[in-house]
């Protein structure tokens, strides 16, 4: 059994989900934990007790496993969190992700907007410059890293525009893109390159 593998098995057993694992070149490692999706949803989040309790295990686990280590950091995914894995993508359909590919299309990397499937792939719905709705296809193999967007309403002022919505859009009245798209047909280009490929789709 490799180290990663312990710890999935160790953290999955307390009952929590593993978001992620990481050993550094120092002896550094670094675990990140999450609630499970129904526990999230009724409210519950990642505690210091709950960081202290994978902790104590692991250490135990770890130290039966002979699994070297200098450091070891068990802490929440954040605000932020950041999508690894195809279970990821499909809790949290519909909200605000920001996606960044492994090569870029038009020009660009990064992408910010509302997530959805999108038959056998997936879609993220975004506003370009001119507050224009648009829609990116891509495939999961696609995609270099990719995390949630934090939602900050400062003011609590009844609901806030939909994700990938013009910033000045009123609650409610959002325009969705239209459903169908023809990205599969599109061709990957590189940061300069120019590229006339219609996959992002302009919604009137």
């Known amino acids: 059994m490799t180290w990663q593998a312990t710890v999935d098995k160790t953290v999955t057993g307390l009952g929590y989900e593993l978001v992620g694992c990481e050993r550094s070149a120092a002896g550094l490692l670094r675990v990140t934990i999450d609630k499970l ?14 960081c202290e309790r994978v902790t104590r295990q692991l ?3 770890l130290e039966v496993e002979a699994v070297p280590y200098q450091r070891l950091e068990v802490s929440s995914p954040g605000l932020d969190r950041p999508l690894n894995k195809p279970a990821d993508y ?11 590919l492994k090569v870029a299309f038009q020009g660009r990397k990064k992408y910010k907007g509302e997530l959805s499937r999108e038959g056998e792939g997936w879609r993220i719905a975004f506003a370009d410059d001119h507050g224009v709705l648009q829609a990116l296809d891509f495939q999961l193999d696609e995609v270099r890293e990719a995390c949630l967007v934090p939602a900050y309403d400062f003011k609590g002022r009844g609901r806030k525009a939909a994700p990938g919505a013009p910033a000045d859009a009123a609650p409610g009245k959002t325009k969705k893109p239209a459903k169908r798209s023809n990205a599969k047909a599109r061709q990957a280009v590189d940061d300069t390159a120019e590229d006339t ?7 009137s």
């Open 37 to 50: 999706a129904e526990q999230a949803l009724a409210g519950a989040v990642i505690t210091v007790d709950d």
């Open 59 to 61: 250490q135990y686990v």
């Open 197 to 203: 490929d219609d996959k992002v789709e302009e919604r």
């Open 90 to 100: 499909e809790r949290f359909a519909g909200q605000a992700v920001q996606i960044m």
